[in-house]
């Protein structure tokens, strides 16, 4: 079955340092691709996606670039803040899938020292 | 406009009760879905409706049901609760079952079991 597998937390950086959050998928059909953000106490928030190889995603500053050869769909950041402390969860859809569920990755719990 | 919105936002139960959550999904989605998030960990999918037809269903007990109703919100019913069930109910809503659509998430529900 659809999998995503997304790299274990959490990742402590200081403010202003570079991001990335591994995500690599399995998947029957074609996938879209979806990083998701939950804050404290609160529900998910679509950070960004990408429906087709090759796409970018982007929002408040960060990226991830559908790529099917790598099945990867990594987040980046240039430059962390403080306020960007949050849990991120890869996911995607399947075009195969008749549930038309999302399919979550594990979580990865992100900590920014000021 | 407003969001996917749930209620309530957080309620306790006894063991062996029952509990009815509510989700009114964005104007003009006629999909919604249900996913049970428990502490720590990514959501799982419980159920999915699309024009008052279920679509999906997830690996959960037959304790759980749903349903949606004409206006498009939806009801999860969850009979016999166990300790188990202590989680955040989250109630997700997007346009169709297009698996590129985006899926926008409520607040969720936090059922407390004791």
């Known amino acids: 079955g659809d999998s995503v597998t997304q790299m274990e937390g959490p990742v402590t950086l200081s403010e202003e340092a570079f991001l990335t959050i591994n995500c690599t998928y399995t998947a029957t059909g074609y996938p879209s691709l979806f990083w998701y953000v939950q804050y404290p106490g609160e529900g998910l928030q679509l950070l960004l996606k990408a429906t087709k190889a090759d796409d970018k995603g982007s929002n408040k500053g960060f990226e991830a670039t559908y790529r099917k050869e790598t099945t990867s769909f990594h987040l980046e950041k240039g430059s962390v803040q403080v306020s960007d402390s949050a849990v991120y969860f890869c996911a995607l859809t399947d075009s195969m899938d008749s549930n038309y569920q999302l399919i979550w990755g594990a979580g990865t719990k992100l900590i920014i020292k000021p | 406009d407003a969001g996917v919105t749930q209620s309530p936002t957080h309620l306790i139960k006894t063991r062996g009760q029952h509990v009815t959550l509510r989700c009114s999904p964005i104007s003009g989605h006629k999909s919604v879905s249900w996913y049970q998030q428990v502490l720590g960990q990514g959501p799982q999918f419980i159920f999915q409706?699309?024009?008052?037809?279920?679509?999906g269903r997830g690996n959960f007990p037959d304790r759980f049901s749903a349903r949606q109703f004409p206006n498009y919100s939806s009801e999860l019913n969850v009979n016999a609760l166990l300790l188990g069930d202590s989680a955040l109910y989250l109630c997700?809503?997007?346009?169709?079952?297009?698996?590129?659509?985006?899926?926008?998430f409520g607040e969720g529900s936090w059922l407390t079991v004791v």
């Open positions: 997700a809503s997007s346009l169709d079952t297009y698996s590129g659509n985006t899926i926008y």
């Open positions: 409706y699309y024009e008052k037809e279920e679509r």
